[in-house]
């Protein structure tokens, strides 16, 4: 065995470099099977900003799509699925400048359906086996404003290119999909000011090709407080949905006949390793959302994430999982590393300090094959909080993660309070609570690891995007001898602005996260200024970098702005990094690069003291 050099931790050398990350950041998402042929077809980011069709061939990969070109769309500003399978074989896509188009896979070649328009976007595509009719939802920007924007799901007539609405009157739609035989449609609707993942309603009615009519609209499931979501028919015409029953999300099916929705009892569907049945836990440990793809009665495609395996398109046997197959991976994974250098994230669950119950996160540890620190030397704490913040980390493979847990960082992801994959219960226990609880949690797991020898006193730092950007920034000013150092990455200070100009789907969150059941408005004006950091900005002590993008419609760059130049007034130590053209995801190649040097730059200054 090859003896590893001493040397402090932060410090160490490593293969995977900010270009690796950066190239490591390819979405790979969206499987597609076409029915007749059996060929397959999924999205990839090209390490451009560009996605593209992939067709997985004999060959391998194989780029499909024009290069004039792009998928994707941005309804609901974050955007919805972009591609579907049309009956004959060709692809339609939502293309990135506002059009609908179909692709023809035999010849490459791309012709528009609907052209380009500044108020339409389209998104979340379903065919008709039997017609030329394609249900999406459709977003009216005409009046740009959260209770100005208008959703739809409408029909196109991919033939023609006639755009007709059917379904009208929700505030907001969600997966629509035709039943195999063509009969029956399905689809999610709620409305101002209810939460998609608790009161969305799951409604069904009858479909008319001839003159593209829905009649007979009927409730399903939902609108009770325990969130339905993706509704998929069965090829015998049953329904399969999720329902939240028993404090976790469970499978319900409902017979093609007809009558009252039955739950499925399997093994597992309630956790968040449900894929345990089909797929070894090394190989599979995370599913993002439009990443399964039936083939036929035993197979299906599935676009997944290990402990070591990154983002990566498979195919399932459900019968025997040792004939599961790596068809494709998207950027670095574990296997173009030598053995030893990978950190295998470790579930933990502590006890919180303020409130009568537990939260949960992944540890990473330092790791590397060729170095190591001097002995009994702790190593620096990186504390990551996920987005959302209703969202989750998983133990999928972290690229970022490895990173810095390579040079000598242990990296935490946190599921805090209001994380999903633990029960309904855990996620809701953050409304009235947003700020002050989740923030509880980073602060508890940092004093924990430390106080438990586990990592270097004095030298934690905090950072997260989006809401977890607002978790780093109230981290600090509540916190503030628990963090040597923060780094916010498009995150909100004033939550009085954000919610004056956030965007439709949002436009309610807020208030769901931060008020409790009769809150008047003097309650509201009070809570949201004192849970934002702008008001507390003095009791910040520690060095803040803050990285946005200047085109984020999500949370707009005046929020890093107003922090930034506060903090800076009052003397403190804070560093803007603006990044053009990027929006609220800071998923282009370029902006990974510029944004994970900056942060390595401000741990060093803040957690190693260069």
Not at 58 to 69: E, R, S, T, Y
Not at 395 to 410: K, V
Request: aromatic share 8%; with cysteine; proline share 4%.
């Amino acid at each position: 065995m090859a003896i590893k050099k001493v040397v402090p931790h932060g410090d160490w050398e490593s293969p995977i470099s900010i270009e690796s990350v950066a190239s490591g950041a390819r979405s790979l998402t969206a499987p597609r099977v076409c029915s007749k042929t059996g060929r397959v077809f999924f999205l990839e980011g090209d390490g451009t900003g560009r996605k593209a069709i992939m067709e997985m061939t004999a060959d391998g990969a194989v780029d499909i799509l024009p290069k004039h070109c792009s998928v994707g769309n941005t309804v609901y500003e974050y955007g919805v699925q972009a591609l579907q399978m049309l009956p004959d074989g060709r692809l339609i896509f939502s293309n990135t400048d506002n059009t609908v188009r179909i692709l023809d896979p035999d010849t490459c070649k791309d012709t528009t359906v609907i052209q380009n328009s500044t108020v339409l976007r389209y998104g979340s595509f379903t065919a008709h086996k039997t017609s030329p009719w394609v249900l999406a939802i459709q977003e009216n920007h005409t009046h740009n404003t959260p209770s100005g924007v208008e959703n739809y799901i409408a029909a196109i007539n991919f033939e023609t290119g006639k755009v007709k609405r059917v379904i009208s009157g929700a505030d907001f739609y969600f997966q629509p999909r035709f039943s195999d035989n063509g009969t029956r449609l399905v689809w999610l609707e709620w409305n101002h000011p209810e939460m998609l993942f608790d009161m969305a309603k799951l409604c069904s009615a009858d479909w008319d090709s001839n003159d593209a009519t829905v009649k007979n609209k009927t409730l399903v499931a939902g609108g009770n407080n325990e969130g339905v979501c993706e509704p998929h028919w069965g090829p015998d015409g049953a329904l399969y949905f999720s329902q939240e029953a028993g404090g976790h999300r469970q499978l319900f099916r409902i017979a093609p006949e007809g009558g009252k929705p039955v739950h499925i009892d399997f093994l597992g569907i309630g956790g968040i390793e449900s894929w345990k049945q089909v797929a070894r836990d090394e190989e599979i440990s995370a599913i993002g959302a439009d990443c399964v793809s039936r083939i036929d009665e035993s197979s299906a495609l599935v676009v997944a994430k290990g402990p070591t395996t990154a983002n990566s398109l498979f195919k399932i046997n459900i019968d025997d999982s040792k004939q599961n197959k790596l068809l494709r991976t998207a950027g670095l994974s574990g296997s173009d590393f030598a053995d030893g250098l990978l950190s295998i994230p470790e579930h933990i669950t502590i006890q919180s300090r303020s409130e009568p119950r537990q939260t949960h996160g992944f540890l990473y540890m330092p790791r590397n094959n060729k170095f190591t620190a001097r002995e009994g030397q702790l190593p620096p704490l990186i504390v990551y909080a996920h987005g959302g913040p209703t969202g989750m980390a998983n133990s999928g493979f972290n690229l970022r993660a490895q990173y810095f847990t390579s040079r000598g960082y242990a990296f935490l992801t946190v599921n805090y309070v209001g994380s999903t994959g633990y029960g309904s219960a855990y996620r809701r226990y953050l409304y009235g609570r947003w700020g002050v609880s989740d923030t509880n949690d980073v602060a508890d797991f940092a004093e924990h690891l430390v106080e438990t020898g586990r990592v270097r006193p004095g030298a934690v730092g905090i950072t997260g995007g989006s809401a977890g950007g607002y978790n780093t920034l109230q981290a600090l000013t509540r916190y503030p001898s628990t963090f040597a150092g923060g780094v916010c990455a498009c995150g909100i200070s004033d939550l009085v602005q954000f919610d004056e100009h956030t965007h439709k789907l949002e436009s309610d969150y807020a208030s769901a996260l931060l008020l409790l059941e009769g809150s008047s408005e003097e309650d509201k004006k009070c809570i949201y200024k004192d849970r934002s950091a702008r008001y507390h900005a003095d009791k910040i002590q520690s060095p803040l970098l803050l990285v946005h993008g200047v085109a984020d419609t999500v949370v707009p760059i005046v929020q890093a702005r107003i922090i930034h130049d506060i903090v800076k007034k009052k003397g403190g130590q804070v560093r803007l990094v603006e990044i053009p053209g990027e929006g609220h995801m800071l998923s282009k190649p370029d902006s990974v690069r510029t944004y994970l040097a900056e942060e390595e730059a401000w741990w060093r200054r803040t957690l190693l003291k260069i």
